[in-house]
Structure formats: structure tokens, C-alpha cells
């Protein structure tokens, strides 16, 4: 009768007990649903949730735009638009108003040289003059003589042709003194040496008490001046690449330094020779400079070639970014979500991102994945 009892009480405790776990799982009053959980199987990339309605999917766009070549540079100016200072007048240097890396304005003083040249090129201008205004007199002394009769026509042409002569001698004597920049009715040994463009000095060649000149040893360029409004990227593109690229194709431009800034360029050289030892090609892009790009400055171009590629596009949420990485998630039915690893492109308009590879188009992808992600961290 004892062991009857006992037996009866603990079955009793056993409903009890059952009766609270299942009112813990499932509240009628509510009538909601337990959270979803989700199970891991036995392959790391595939979990299984009990509630797979909570995350909606969303199939994968598509979007036909031109293929692109991915290549790295550097920023170097155009050579084109390189322009030397120099000094015409041989000398020392006694003044230096700018310096490397200076951005000046054409008609700027740049330096000044202390110059011999110059009064021997005067003295030759002032002996010129003279002699051509005394070869004009006796032009127009001979010319009466002949008209009364007094000379022959000869001797008048010789007056002529000296007086030519001088005026020839007295003409190159004055441009001498244009080109060492000498001014006529205040000479003076100092040349004053004048920016002849707008732009940067990328380049100086000379120091205080230094010589220049155009006939002295070493360089005759004391400063360079470069136009950076317009620019070069250098590119290297390896051999096998290369088919994917032409003249005049277009370039968007990304800057290490401005990653907010893309900037369009075109190709407009191709180099002939290649490096036999990485095997590139060296590939010329010209971009306008919105004043942000500095010589030397490393980019990355994407060279946008004539033939298109159909890449999928899904919302941004639909990517998960998980150890340097990119997945999405995609329904594999009985309640289980497949990781597949993707390639992420392009931000598109409207919350989207291209997929460059690792998804085809109109597949199914889970919308916003960090919920899901939420709920596999969870357990």
C-alpha cells in the first residue's frame, strides 16, 4: 500500500513539472511565438533557424554595365606643360625670390644675376647707335650732293648701303639687350630673371652666389615650372591585360589619400616597350587636377573597357562583412541558410551594391542579414 502511494505522488510531481516547461515554451494567454533559434549543422557555412519566415529574402538584381581593369599609379606632371628658367645673361646669382615647390605667377621675379655680359652687350648698343646715326647723315649728305649733281649714282648707293648696314648692327645690338631683359635707358650689371608661366617649381637648380647661364658648364636651367591643372597617371599593366586597353578609353580615378574623390581621365599612350621584368606596360592617363593631386601621390585606376558584363546587385543589408570579408546568405530550404562568400562591388543608388562574383543574378539572398547573423551569434 506504501510503495502504491509513492509511486503515485512522484508521477504526479512529474506532470507537474512537464506541465511548467511547457508553459514556459508557449504562453496561451499571449498566443506569440517562441524567438526564433537556430541550430548550427555539421558544416560551418550552413545554419538552420526553427522560425526561417523571420528572414525574409530578396532576389538579386542585375545590372549590364562596362567590364573594368583594375591597375595602380602614380601622379607625374605633364611634360608638355614643363616649362625651364633660364638665365640668357652668363653670371652670379645675388638674389633668389623662390623656391622649390613655390607656386608662382607669371611676371614674378625669381632671381637675379650679377652678369659681365651686360656691359659688353651695352657697350656694343651704344657703338651701334653711333655709328648708325652717323652712316644716316652721311646717307642723306650724299643724297643732296647727288641731286645737285655733285656725286654719281654709285657713290649714293654706297652711302645707302652703308647706312643698312648700321641700322642692321644697331637693331641686333637692341635685341641682345631684350634678351639679357636689360633696360636701354637704365643699365645695370644686375639681370632680373621673371617667371614666364603660372605654375609650380618642381625643380631648382641653383643656390645663392651659384653660377648660371646658357654657355656656363653644368645645367642651364635654374628653376622648372610645371602646370599641375592637368596631369599624368603612369600606370603599369601587366602583358596579358593589356588587349583590355585603348586610346581614348575612359578612367575613374581613386586617390589614397581623398577616398571620397573619384576623377575621370583617358588613356592616351600605351607604351611600346615592355619591363622584361615584371612584364608591364607602362599606360598614360591624363585627368584634370582640381588642385588635390600632388606629384608622387599613389592611385588606383579603373580602366572602363568597350565590351559589357552582367554582374547581380542586392541592398547593401544583404552583405555581411565578417573577417575582412564579404558573405551573403541563401535559403537552402528545411529552415537552413547557406553562407557564400561574394565579391562586393560598386555603392549603387537606392541602398544597393553590385556583386563583381560569388552570386548570380535572381538568386535568392536573405534581405537584411544581420539579423540572422544576430540570432546565429546568439546560441
Known sequence: M?????????????????LAGCKKSFDPASGAASPAQAVETGDAGVVTVDHPEQYPTVAAGRIDEPEKLDVTGSVFPDVSREIPVISM????????????????KKGQLLFSVESPDIGAAFDTYVKAQADEQLANKAYERAEDLYAHGAISQSMLEQAEDTEKDARAD????DEQLKIFGVDKEHP????????PTS?????????EAAATGVSLSGTAT???IADLSSVWIICDVYENDLQKVSLGQEAEIKFTAYPDRILTGRVSDIGPVLDPAIRTAKVRIEVANPGILRLGMFVTAALKSRTTVTRAVVPASAILHLHDREWVFEPAGQGQFKRVQVDG??????????????????????????????????Q
Open 2 to 18: 506504501i510503495k502504491s502511494s509513492f509511486l503515485t505522488t512522484a508521477c504526479c510531481v512529474a506532470a507537474v513539472l512537464w
Open 89 to 104: 645673361a652668363n653670371g652670379r646669382v645675388v638674389d633668389i625670390r623662390a623656391r622649390l615647390d613655390d607656386n608662382v
Open 170 to 173: 644697331l637693331t641686333a645690338a
Open 188 to 195: 645695370s650689371p644686375i639681370v632680373k630673371v621673371y617667371a
Open 199 to 207: 605654375g609650380v617649381i618642381v625643380a631648382q637648380n641653383i643656390t
Open 222 to 224: 635654374a628653376f622648372t
Open 345 to 378: 562591388g560598386a555603392m549603387l543608388p537606392g541602398s544597393q551594391q553590385e556583386i563583381l562574383s560569388g552570386l548570380a543574378p535572381g538568386q535568392p539572398v536573405v534581405k537584411d542579414v544581420l539579423n540572422l547573423q544576430a540570432t546565429v551569434e546568439a
